[in-house]
């Protein structure tokens, strides 16, 4: 999958990673970083009480949960801030890949659990796959860490590795240049209402081995 427009500094697949980018680099939506293949290993589904697991049951059907996997390491937070954070953070990423595996720009969820600049990115990236009649699919695997929750702000910092999600064309193909890259990260998050939205999606420096 590519992620293009989805990290202000770093481009993953479309589907995946709308609205994080290396940096220095142009913003993307989803990671639209064009790179080779990384590991081949597979990310299976976890059990629905993991809140790293993908849901069951999502509207969209079956076939969107077969074309798109999210794979979480790590731990989940003790502290229930923190935790709050975390599935925020991970529920804007299945949304996110839903939005590209579709291809929808109008999303629902991902507009509900997004904001500027970071819902702008993702639907720019699901708008250009439309137009090009392609759409995103493969596994995404994050390492998530919560940084900070101060106030209305939190911040995530993580290992995004979007080399097993690429882009397909109308036929089924893997569109050639499409796959994502690991890239580090940080995420910033906002308070709304009773929740948290994701706001930004920035290349970081850390170590991601």
Same mark, same amino acid.
Request: proline content about 9%.
């Given at each position: ?8 500094? *770093? ?30 290993? /597979? ?12 849901? %069951?049951?999502?509207? %969209? ?15 989940? =937070? ?19 890949? /839903? ?9 629902? =969820? ?6 500027? =600049? ?5 639907? &720019? ?6 137009? &090009?009649?392609?759409? %995103?699919?493969? /596994? ?11 106030? =209305? /702000?939190?911040?995530?910092? &993580? ?7 690429? &882009? *397909? ?5 893997? *569109? ?34």
């Amino acid at each position: 999958m590519r992620v293009r427009g989805m990290v202000a500094a *770093v481009a993953v697949s479309a589907v995946l990673l709308a609205g994080c980018e290396a940096p220095g680099e142009p913003p993307l939506g989803l990671l639209d970083v064009d790179s080779t293949p990384g590991d081949d290993g /597979t990310g299976g589904a976890e059990p629905t009480s993991d809140p790293s697991a993908e849901p %069951t049951g999502d509207p %969209t059907g079956p076939a969107a949960e077969q074309d798109w996997a999210l794979d979480v390491g790590g731990e989940p =937070p003790e502290a229930p801030a923190d935790l709050a954070v975390y599935e925020a953070y991970l529920d804007f990423w299945r949304a996110d890949l /839903t939005a590209l595996s579709l291809p929808d720009p109008a999303h629902q =969820p991902l507009l509900d659990l997004s904001a500027d =600049p970071q819902r702008q990115r993702v639907v &720019d990236v699901a708008q250009q796959l439309l137009a &090009d009649d392609h759409r %995103t699919i493969g /596994t995404l695997r994050l390492e998530p860490l919560v940084a900070s929750v101060s106030g =209305p /702000t939190a911040a995530i910092q &993580d290992c995004m590795d979007g080399r097993d999600t690429y &882009d *397909v064309d109308a036929a089924g193909a893997e *569109v050639t240049g499409s796959r994502g890259d690991l890239l580090p990260v940080l995420v910033q998050l906002a308070a709304d209402g009773d929740g948290w939205v994701v706001a930004d999606v920035q290349g970081a420096d850390h170590d991601c081995g």
